[in-house]
């Protein structure tokens, strides 16, 4: 049964921030990979629970605090993945649900969790 909740990250989404993103996850496959964008297929190293993971950093040629933003989201089955696999562009990660984020714009970072459940995903 599907129940992201059940993963640890969802309890303690800070233990990226203690551990590290890969203690925490194992890549599976990676999608897009480039120095300010990635977006891969991960799983979680003590429950299995398998997310899109999609990174996006943004420069700050002015201060260099570059704003980061990552987007954990738990997948049901491979149609899912084969639905975010190819979104155009990181705004586009955010329609899917429930999610995790991590933003940390200008330094300030911050974890957003947004619960819902997932609306039927079209296959």
Request: aromatic share 10%; charged share 30%.
């Amino acid at each position: 049964m599907f129940d992201p909740i059940q993963c640890r990250l969802w309890s303690e989404p800070t233990i990226l921030a203690d551990k590290g993103h890969g203690e925490v996850f194992e890549t599976i496959e990676t999608f897009r990979d480039s120095s300010h964008h990635m977006r891969a297929l991960v799983r979680c190293r003590e429950c299995g629970q398998r997310y899109i993971f999609d990174y996006h950093e943004e420069i700050d040629w002015e201060t260099g605090n570059d704003p980061t933003y990552l987007t954990y989201v738990p997948v049901r089955n491979d149609a899912d993945i084969a639905q975010m696999r190819n979104v155009p562009d990181q705004i586009g990660i955010l329609q899917f649900h429930p999610r995790l984020q991590y933003d940390r714009p200008n330094g300030q970072p911050r974890w957003l969790k947004d619960d819902q459940p997932a609306p039927s995903r079209k296959h």
